[in-house]
């Protein structure tokens, strides 16, 4: 029998991925990102604890932010600790001691990360893709996972970006490039993707992807 990497938890069809939320927005622009990320927070925050009644696991995708000596539970002492602009976002958002984490060095949550690894460990066919920003590192992600073959759902009120219309029209582009399902997180069926919403059961790897 071969050991899983998570312990004793249980195969899931459906994984709830945030992307960059633990992040002190120390930067250029980083005010204006605030403006919009505090609204998606709350409702990120109440798509997760549905997701967490409804037994799909939580998976931080954070990027390091150049600390190349810094760790996952270090970023969130930061940005919770040290009265960085982005305190009150990451105050919404802290993980729980059972979620699990990645740390990313680039855009995508998939680039140089152990990632896919991670999922397929999950049995993850289906990701619900939430964060910052909607444009960048959510769009990278998106597009990664849409080429390993996941179904995307990205639901519109949980990303956000500098500009709101930019936010929009990176939605606009995963819903009809990508295939996603760009609702708001309350439209959606969080116990059908929790019980398996892959299309036919097949496993990511195991799809064609189209070009």
Not at 37 to 61: C, T
Not at 117 to 140: E, F, K, P, S
Request: charged share 25%; aromatic share 6%; hydrophobic share 45%.
């Amino acid at each position: 029998m071969v050991s899983r990497l998570n312990g004793n938890a249980p195969d899931r069809a459906t994984v709830l991925l945030l992307v960059d939320v633990v992040n002190d927005l120390e930067f250029d622009g980083g005010e204006a990102l605030l403006a919009n990320a505090l609204p998606m927070a709350r409702e990120v925050a109440a798509l997760k604890a549905a997701a967490k009644r409804g037994g799909i696991p939580a998976v931080y995708v954070n990027d390091n932010f150049g600390r190349w000596r810094s760790d996952f539970r270090s970023q969130v002492r930061h940005c919770l600790d040290d009265g960085v602009r982005g305190a009150a976002l990451s105050r919404l958002l802290r993980p729980d001691d059972d979620d699990y984490f990645v740390l990313k060095p680039r855009h995508s949550a998939f680039y140089e990360t152990p990632l896919q690894l991670l999922l397929a460990d999950l049995d993850a066919r289906t990701l619900i893709v939430t964060g910052l920003a909607g444009n960048l590192c959510v769009l990278a992600t998106a597009h990664d996972a849409h080429i390993r073959g996941y179904r995307l759902v990205i639901p519109g009120d949980c990303t956000a970006s500098i500009s709101r219309e930019d936010n929009a029209r990176a939605l606009r582009h995963c819903g009809r490039w990508l295939g996603a399902d760009v609702r708001p997180w309350r439209s959606l069926d969080l116990a059908a993707l929790a019980r398996d919403a892959s299309d036919g059961g097949a496993r990511p790897a195991q799809r064609a992807v189209a070009g």
